[in-house]
């Protein structure tokens, strides 16, 4: 079992940053892939970014290649999202979600075992 706790959300200008964390409960944290989706008003929840149990895979959507960076910290349970440059269309609840297949790191929402309740991020222009 994981549990998934999304923070570090809030209204930001474009080209403005924002850092998401996601702390995580239960033992098979560092064992999991990791991922980070998205879902704004009337659209469907879509892929953002995902990482390898070890840290040393990653994948993200191309829409926020170049912008947007994955990464974990095994040691404190929790996964980053660091937001770059960020747009008005990048307005969205950002949820956490976990894998136990640590290897995988899926785009697909069927591919996640473990969701959290999300964070709201609101870019304005």
């Known amino acids: 079992q994981v549990q998934l706790v999304e923070s570090g959300g809030g209204v930001v200008r474009a080209g403005g940053s924002l850092r998401l964390s996601c702390a995580a409960s239960?033992?098979?944290?560092?064992?999991?892939?990791m991922a980070w989706f998205r879902q704004a008003p009337g659209q469907e929840r879509e892929f953002v970014a995902a990482?390898?149990?070890?840290?040393?895979?990653?994948r993200y959507a191309d829409s926020v290649k170049g912008r947007f960076t994955i990464s974990r910290d095994n040691a404190k349970y929790t996964v980053y999202l660091q937001m770059n440059s960020l747009k008005p269309e990048d307005t969205a609840v950002y949820y956490c979600?976990?894998?136990?297949?640590?290897?995988?790191?899926?785009?697909?929402?069927?591919?996640?075992?473990?969701w959290g309740q999300g964070t709201q991020v609101t870019v304005s222009s």
């Open positions: 990482i390898s149990w070890s840290g040393q895979s990653t």
């Open positions: 979600a976990a894998n136990l297949e640590g290897a995988v790191i899926a785009a697909r929402l069927a591919e996640y075992d473990y």
């Open positions: 239960g033992r098979t944290f560092s064992r999991s892939a």
